[in-house]
């Protein structure tokens, strides 16, 4: 669906599975992203950092899941795309992680500029589909991981609830397994430890509210941390900045949400 107005050129594309954001880097340090990062320079370049590794200069970075790094850009504005790990079948994951130094790569870069330009002149409103985020960034969706019923039913719950507060206990018990068995059978599945997924999905839950003039503290209740203590020191680990930081430089930030979170 889409209006007749021209966006600002600041603005992200939210859902479970995907995230499209264009914006404001900041000074970010080390941030360790739950989702497969791909990052993209839309004028000058970008310098990327993955730990234990050496700087490189480049105008895509393609960063797989769970993979501390940092990045910076030459110019203030820069594009990026978050894909969940556990929604695309792993060779293709894979294979996509691997495609940042490639032709390919370039490919990936000129169409996120596109789509960039695509959605500033035909913007979407809420509501879209993973599948309809897939084909305006790679002209196609990506194929879907083939995922144990009990633990989609997991992965489901987890892409889609604002404040989970439950623990591994209470999905293994409704997957009818013991917690040990659960733990393992996820892992196996996800390539990604229970406990560290669920922390991602908690603090991907920040992402939905970044433009809002709320109450810190508050919201850190209401995605499901404990105390503030605990919500801050989440977020910088995961996106290399403090809270007050991600919405001081996302006020102008408009977001399109692909699918309500439920409660």
Known sequence: MIDARRRQDRFMLIGPERVFYAGLLGRP????????GIYAAMQGGLEITIEGGISRQTDIAIVPPF??????????????????PETVDREALHGLAATGDTPSGGRIAERIRAAY???QQTPWTDGFATADFDRLFFDRPLPRRRLDRRVAATTAHLQRTLDDAYGAPHYAKAADLSVSRFLHLFKDETDVRFRALRAWKRARNLLHFVNQDINLA???????YPDSTHFSHSIRRFYGLQPREIFSGSRRLEIIRGEPLAH
Request: hydrophobic share 40%; charged share 20%; glycine share 12%.
């Open 67 to 84: 993979t501390t790094h940092s990045i910076s850009s030459e110019h203030p504005l820069v594009a990026g795309l978050l894909i969940e």
């Open 117 to 119: 330009d695509t959605l």
């Open 218 to 224: 508050h919201l850190a209740l209401d995605i499901g």
């Open 29 to 36: 340090r080390r941030r360790l992203l739950g989702g497969l």
